[in-house]
């Protein structure tokens, strides 16, 4: 059997050896309870605090505004929930191509008669139409809440959040936006960037699954999602997951540090299967704004429907590639992706690309030549 080729890695990422060394020792020698009081415990509590330290520096945070859960979703039901049920936002502004951990709760809080909910438009390659963001939260008085993702996990792409900020600070409304798919991989300076809440997730970035990052700015007070032990500084009750916090915040270092690098050796594997995909399969589009403001992690492609190419994700992975065809968090499901359905896409087949520092051109190479023997 051929060795896999990964290319989904918006979905997961593998997590990196150096990490790995770095999250050891918790698992082992280093094992205590940080809230016990005795060396056991003060040693995981110090290695929680000196996470918290170095994420913060990272973000451009305060330590006392960086809060760690179970992952991206966690943290944005946390500040979607805050926001309306303590904060007193009773209208929520979104988009038809959020994430579902936003979607799904933006739609419980609307069903169940806590918030209004409106979608602001898309302009037709998919970004946010931010004037008609602005002439929303214009429109009416109501305390209002908008949760817009930085970048999206099935086109890549990047809203311009620094002014978006601007116009939420503008209009008195709160902002959370939604960086999984940029911490880690896009440099973001919370100074810079006027947001309540923004979020992560450690597995988007050689890190480990099962840690996440919630920002809550210091002037945006609110309870905790979860009771219990008051733990996280009373915010987040529940014995916190050492070593995943120790590997978050070893991942985000090494991602910082290396980031001008990996941003231009993966941005020339995406650009290479761009460029493949054109020369060698006919009638291939693009989802998405692939050449302008988009993530270099990751390429929406849309291949003409054929008996063959229905079944194109599966047909890939009996070949041991691994891709797909949006959302990891919505696959298996039969309605296919709300992403590419609100762009009005949905005559091609569309399958997602995205890569890490351990691709190659040569998995492109053996990629494009399978594509073109099934399509």
């Known amino acids: 059997m051929s060795a896999r080729i990964y290319f989904d890695n918006a979905a997961t990422t593998p997590l990196d050896p150096i990490v790995l060394a770095e999250m050891m020792p918790f698992f082992t020698e280093h094992f205590g309870n940080p809230s016990s009081i005795y060396s056991y415990g003060r040693e995981t509590r110090i290695a929680i605090e000196k996470a918290r330290k170095s994420v913060a520096k990272i973000l451009h945070a305060h330590p006392s505004e960086i809060f760690f859960t179970s992952g991206g979703t966690e943290s944005s039901n946390t500040a979607i929930f805050a926001s309306v049920r303590m904060l007193g936002c009773k209208r929520i502004i979104s988009s038809a191509i959020e994430h579902h951990a936003t979607l799904h709760t933006c739609s419980f809080l609307e069903k169940a008669g806590e918030a209004e909910l409106e979608f602001v438009e898309l302009l037709p390659n998919g970004h946010i139409n931010l004037t008609d963001l602005e002439k929303k939260l214009k429109a009416s008085p109501i305390k209002t809440l908008v949760t817009l993702m930085h970048a999206n996990n099935e086109i890549g792409n990047i809203t ?77 009750a529940g014995t916190e997951n050492v070593y995943g916090i120790v590997g978050f915040a070893k991942a985000l270092e090494m991602a910082t ?91 091609h087949v569309t399958v997602r690309f995205s890569f890490s520092k351990y691709n190659t051109k040569e998995e492109v190479d053996l990629l494009v030549e399978a594509l073109a023997e099934l399509i």
């Not at 600070?169 to 919370?190: C, E, M, R, S, W």
């Open 160 to 236: 311009n959040i620094e002014q978006v900020g601007e116009i939420c600070k503008k209009y008195n409304a709160l902002f959370h936006t939604d960086t999984v798919q940029t911490v880690g991989h896009f440099p973001i300076n919370l100074k810079e960037i006027k947001a309540d809440f923004i979020t992560g997730a450690g597995h988007k970035f050689h890190g480990p699954k099962g840690v996440g990052l919630l920002y809550i700015n210091a002037e945006t007070r609110i309870q905790p999602f979860i009771h219990g032990g008051g733990q996280e500084r009373n915010m987040r």
């Open 257 to 347: 540090l290396n980031h001008d690098q990996d941003k231009d050796y993966i941005s020339g594997i995406k650009h290479y299967l761009k460029n493949s995909l054109v020369e060698k399969i006919q009638g291939v589009i693009f989802n998405g704004d692939p050449e302008g403001d988009s993530l270099y992690t990751l390429l929406s492609v849309g291949f003409p429907i054929t008996e063959k190419s229905e079944m194109l994700l599966f047909n890939l992975d009996i070949r041991n590639i691994c891709a797909s065809g949006g959302s990891a968090c919505s696959s298996g499901t039969e309605q296919g992706s709300h992403v590419i359905r609100s762009l009005g896409k949905s005559n």
